[in-house]
Nanobody, 115 residues
């Protein structure tokens, strides 16, 4: 499984961005897709997660502002980010876990929110 994230960039406080993660390979073996982020000097944290059954999970800090979604074929995982804040600035990475609990990571994309 290969993951490739795109869509990061620079946005002003209160703006929006949409991140996309292209999923290639054995997509049918994936049970969990997620977005993580890591800000400078901080630990990586879960931002949002979606399961094959479409169960959703969000970090408290992004609830009501971010939405994770996937297309039916699970070829694309998206993260719509609205009402962005400077504290959302981080490198965002997409993640997948297959039914055998193998973890897959995509290369991160930088999101910078200016105040």
């Amino acid at each position: 499984v290969q993951l490739q994230a795109s869509g990061g960039g620079l946005v002003q406080d209160g703006g929006s961005l949409r991140l996309s993660c292209a999923v290639r390979g054995s997509r049918n073996s994936i049970d969990i897709w997620a977005w993580y982020r890591q800000a400078a000097g901080k630990q990586r944290e879960l931002v949002a997660r979606i399961s094959r059954g479409d169960d959703l999970d969000y970090a408290d800090s992004v609830k009501g502002r971010f939405t994770i979604s996937r297309d039916t074929a699970a070829t694309m995982i998206s993260l719509q980010m609205n009402s962005l804040k400077p504290e959302d600035t981080a490198v965002y990475s997409c993640y997948a876990r297959d039914r055998w609990s193998m973890n897959y990571w995509g290369k991160g994309t930088q999101v910078t929110v200016s105040s």
